[in-house]
């Protein structure tokens, strides 16, 4: 049977791709007037570049921990805002299926083309079939697709993760995209559900495959609330679960929803995960910015 060995979760905000020097070239949100937030009197460009480098070191850890590893299979839990999935078809839970994809890590605003920085992937088609059919036997019934409508291939959520933890594309992979983003959107609770029913079907599936699993996205952005963060990492460290399902989809709007991306990773290693750092990357006074994450749970 197929070996579920890692599971790892980390943040994705473009802050990651940029160093602090151009953070002001990103959507700061200066036409609402936000008023300042108490606190950040001391963020200065010095602090902001030692969390960021503090975030480097942290991906290279959990891409150092990847290698280890030795994954034949990486399966990356992401969202996805209007790059595949789109308005005329905004299913809960969508896993990708083709042969192969490509993906771009291009910033528009640094005005790339996506038809530049592209790495092409290999997707394990037979695995990802053998989830959609074991999800239905569990009670979902998940959309799946076998072709990317983006133009940058996959969404930007799995795009730059594949291109930190695994720069070689040195094992094959499968998307699944959860909509995080546009309400009506998966519980927490649905999301616990969901990872119970992936895992199971991973151990099960006749293969000797090594599988990791990783979560794209979050913590809380562009609004940083460092309470809500710490109150969610501290659920991740004692793996309670019933915190996790019983959080509110009051406090899954934009950025933030893509703490749901974690809950299927915690609940799918369902153990005391590890945080690796945690950083508020502040980039204004109001206190816009991204708080970043990275953690990953031992599965021996």
Request: glycine share 6%; hydrophobic share 40%.
């Amino acid at each position: 049977m197929a070996n579920l060995v890692g599971c790892v979760a980390m943040s994705h905000a473009p802050q990651l791709m940029l160093d602090p020097g151009s953070w002001h070239l990103l959507q700061n949100r200066q036409s609402e007037n936000l008023p300042d937030k108490p606190g950040l009197e001391n963020e200065t460009d010095d602090l902001k570049w030692t969390k960021w480098r503090g975030c480097i070191s942290a991906i290279e850890k959990l891409r150092r921990r990847i290698e280890t590893l030795r994954p034949d299979v990486l399966i990356v839990v992401g969202d996805d805002q209007h790059e595949n999935l789109v308005d005329d078809n905004m299913p809960p839970f969508m896993i990708y299926m083709g042969e192969e994809a490509e993906a771009s890590v291009s910033l528009r605003y640094l005005k790339q083309s996506r038809s530049e920085n592209r790495t092409k992937y290999r997707i394990d088609a037979k695995l990802a079939e053998a989830l959609i059919t074991g999800l239905m036997d569990h009670g979902f019934d998940p959309s799946y697709s076998k072709k990317t409508r983006y133009d940058g291939g996959l969404g930007h959520a799995f795009a730059r993760v594949l291109k930190f933890l695994v720069p070689d594309a040195n094992c094959r992979l499968i998307p699944v995209m959860v909509n995080t983003y546009y309400p009506p959107a998966p519980s927490a609770k649905r999301c616990l559900q969901f990872r119970q029913a992936l895992a199971s079907i991973i151990r099960q599936y006749p293969s000797d495959d090594r599988v990791v699993i990783a979560a794209s996205g979050g913590l809380s952005h562009t609004k940083i609330d460092e309470a809500l963060d710490d109150q969610f990492l501290q659920a991740l460290k004692s793996n309670d679960t019933a915190y996790m399902s019983a959080m509110p989809s009051s406090v899954f709007r934009e950025g933030t929803s893509e703490i749901l991306n974690w809950i299927v990773i915690a609940g799918a290693a369902d153990r005391q995960g590890q945080v690796v750092d945690y950083f508020p990357l502040y980039r204004t006074r109001t206190g816009v910015g991204c708080a970043m994450g990275f953690a990953y749970w031992e599965m021996s």
